[in-house]
């Protein structure tokens, strides 16, 4: 197996909390997290290897270009061999550059977004090489997912 990490890139709360009920495939793999400094991430990733994003993303384009100097550095670092992201903006700037560097990214659309895609599987679409739905309704906006179902 590769020494290189995978890279888990998502808010905190449900999207960060629906990348962890992926334990059981991650948990023998070297893997690095992305997300925001709040008291109940910082609980739930004690002892794994952390980057903390800039919040809030929308609509400040100030953290958008934090967060891709943050991605350009992790990049250079890490040369990570998958990017997983179930959103949100924060997945943005790590989606463009792996897309530039051909590292493969992964888009999990969140559960609760079951009519329409989220802003960031929209925004995120070009730059990535396989979305996963959690409900078969999700793929009639992403007609190229794979349906895996619930993840919480």
């Known amino acids: 197996m590769s020494d290189a990490p995978v890279l888990f890139v998502a808010s905190s709360g449900g ?21 925001f400094p709040t008291p109940d991430t910082s609980s739930l990733l004690d002892g794994e290897d952390v980057r903390w994003a800039h919040h809030p993303t929308t609509r400040n384009v100030g953290n958008l270009l934090r967060n891709l100097v943050l991605a350009v550095r992790t990049f250079a670092r890490l040369r990570p061999a998958v990017v997983v992201s179930t959103g949100a903006g924060v997945a943005l700037p790590f989606f463009a550059v792996a897309w530039l560097l051909r590292i493969p990214t992964v888009y999990i659309e ?13 925004l995120c679409r070009p730059f990535t090489r396989l979305f996963l ?9 992403l007609p190229s997912a794979i349906t895996v179902g619930p993840l919480l």
Do not use: C, K, M, N
């Open 110 to 122: 969140v559960y609760d977004r079951i009519d329409s895609p989220t802003l960031t599987a929209r």
């Open 133 to 141: 739905a959690q409900w078969e309704e999700q793929r009639s906006f």
């Open 15 to 35: 999207h960060l909390a629906q990348l962890w009920s992926l334990r059981p495939w991650w948990e023998g793999r070297r893997r690095v997290w992305v997300t």
